[in-house]
């Protein structure tokens, strides 16, 4: 699994944006000099291709039982359709939230407790939302293996919070490993790549 070539396409790409002077606000509330928008892949059809086919590869490595691949809304959606189509699994995905009319569901696709779901998420940066997402999948009886994504932050609040859901988690890239080949490829420099590595130890206290 070649990840090197995936990694020099983010940036090329401009899904990897730098701005420390206007830092970026995450979800989780954490403030940022980097922003990695994982939504637009999908707009580049040799890179989604490399990322679906290196994600196959995660889950079989990985999650060697896996029988249905779960796509949690709404960015990991189109990833989990096209590893599915690729592994020939069934599919499904999970609503952030229980739908509000007609079948008020929140996981759409046929799936049975038997079956072994591995999720697909974009990006983890704490994990709340696929953590959430898993929650849901469990409360209505199925199992869930694992969780397995394009990019992680790499933080210990998203190690912790994996391992109080005691759910498994493989990242298909790392953060490390991306400031690593910016600074390889000399798209960023060695202050800048300090700067970068600083905010990753401590994100929440960042400035």
Sequence with gaps: ???TSILKDLVSDRIVQLNPSQPFTFASGIKSPIYTDLRLTISYPKL????YLALGDLIETNFPNATVIGGVATAGIPHAAWVAEEMQLPMIYVRSKPKDHGTSKQIEGRVTPSDHIVLIDDLISTGGSVIKASK???ADGYQVDGVVSIFSYGFADATDNFKKANLKF????????????MLNDEQIQNDEYE?????????????
């Design 48 to 51: 989604r291709r490399k990322i």
């Design 170 to 181: 493989v990242p298909l890239l790392t953060y490390p490993e991306l400031i690593k080949q």
């Design 195 to 207: 700067r970068l590595n600083k905010w990753h130890q401590d994100p929440w206290s960042w400035k």
């Design 136 to 138: 849901a999948v469990q």
């Design 1 to 3: 699994m070649n990840t």
